[in-house]
């Protein structure tokens, strides 16, 4: 269960793959653009992704009722006038492409329909992401499927059904590389409803590699993803988030994704392997086990009793499992108080 984007492996075995979502947090500024990709790659991230689309292909400047936007972070706004505000120019991209590929850092990007497909693969991204609320349009996900490059597909809102149909058409269309993200399409997302338990049953269902598409305010879902098998990491970034914008309110300031990087990776660290030797630091600390020593002067041929003989630290003497074996057995000779116990004490 791997799939390789420019080189790095992703899945079981593999360091977690951690990307930047840079979404609307330019706010409409090619050099905030390219200062969050300068924090990221100082954040410790493996990737940056953009969205590539325009107000026009995602939706049509309508005022109706239908397009209002209600219920949200961005209430009062028609889905126009949203995009319109969040939506990342593309004459930017392939100069931010250029940016990341200097820097090391992996960048491609979620389209939204045929034509942002055909712009990418002229900017040559190295995958594609295909959003929540795009998981059910096939024909997007045939298009990128049929580019041959990796994809993840983020399962926001989706059920199992329909995820099972977006895995089957991007199989059938030519994509060989595919990852699923967990999200939930709350922004911010509490964590009552991130339900991550769901990325393990992900995986075994599907047999393939799968993460998080975080939304939550703070850094420890994505921990707890890591945790529990999640491959891949998705969180938003931004240099600021007391300036106002689409994503500000759910995303993470430069310092707090380094954070959570660190913290991903001691986590992983942590999870190590399946183990019952002792580690080196272990070896260190066996002398602060309790064993058996000689608590009063005792001589020789005196009995060995509870009074005289205690599993104390440090780990010296006998093991304390032998305390019953040696009770009521006598000295070999004169033995001082603090001398740890040993076969050649016990007569």
């Known amino acids: 269960m791997q799939l ?45 992704k953009l969205q590539t689309y325009t107000p026009d292909t995602l939706t049509i400047d309508c005022r109706a009722e239908y397009f209002q936007v209600k219920g949200t972070l961005w209430n009062g706004k028609t889905l126009y006038d949203l995009y319109a505000e969040a939506y990342t120019p593309w004459e930017w991209q ?96 509490p964590p009552e409803e991130m339900n991550l338990l769901t990325i393990p049953h992900l995986s075994k269902v599907f047999g393939l590699p799968c993460g998080l598409s975080d939304h939550t305010l703070g850094i420890a879902a994505p921990v707890a993803a890591v945790a529990l098998g999640a491959c891949i990491i998705e969180k938003h970034i931004t240099l600021s988030r007391d300036i106002s914008g689409p994503d500000s309110a759910f995303s993470l300031e430069a310092p707090e994704f380094k954070e959570m990087v660190e913290t991903v990776r001691a986590a992983e660290k942590a999870l190590g392997k399946i183990n019952f030797e002792l580690t080196g630091k ?44 040696v009770l009521g057995r006598r000295a070999l000779r004169g033995i001082q108080r603090g001398t740890p116990l040993t076969w050649e004490l016990v007569r």
């Open 282 to 325: 272990e070896k260190e600390s066996m002398v602060f086990r309790r064993s058996l020593f000689i608590v009063k002067d005792m001589k020789e041929g005196d009995l060995f009793t509870e009074d005289n003989v205690r599993a104390i630290r440090p780990g010296y003497g006998l093991a304390p499992r032998f305390l019953e074996d």
């Open 94 to 189: 392939p100069k931010l492409k250029k940016i990341a590929d200097g820097l090391g850092l992996d960048l491609f990007s979620t389209p939204f329909d045929a034509t942002s497909v055909e712009f990418l693969e002229e900017m040559g991204v190295p995958a594609y992401k295909i959003a929540s609320f795009e998981l059910v349009d096939l024909a997007l996900i045939r298009k990128v499927a049929k580019t041959g490059k990796p994809v993840i597909l983020s399962t926001g809102m989706a059920s199992l059904q329909e995820i099972q149909e977006a895995v089957k058409t991007a199989k059938q269309a030519g994509a060989t590389q595919i990852a699923l993200l967990k999200c939930t399409s709350a922004y911010p997302a």
């Open 4 to 48: 390789e984007i420019n080189d790095k492996r992703i899945g079981t075995g593999s360091s977690t793959y951690i990307v930047a979502e840079m979404s609307a947090n330019h706010h409409q500024s090619f050099e905030q653009a390219v200062k969050i990709i300068q924090a990221a790659k100082e954040a410790g991230a493996d990737a940056v």
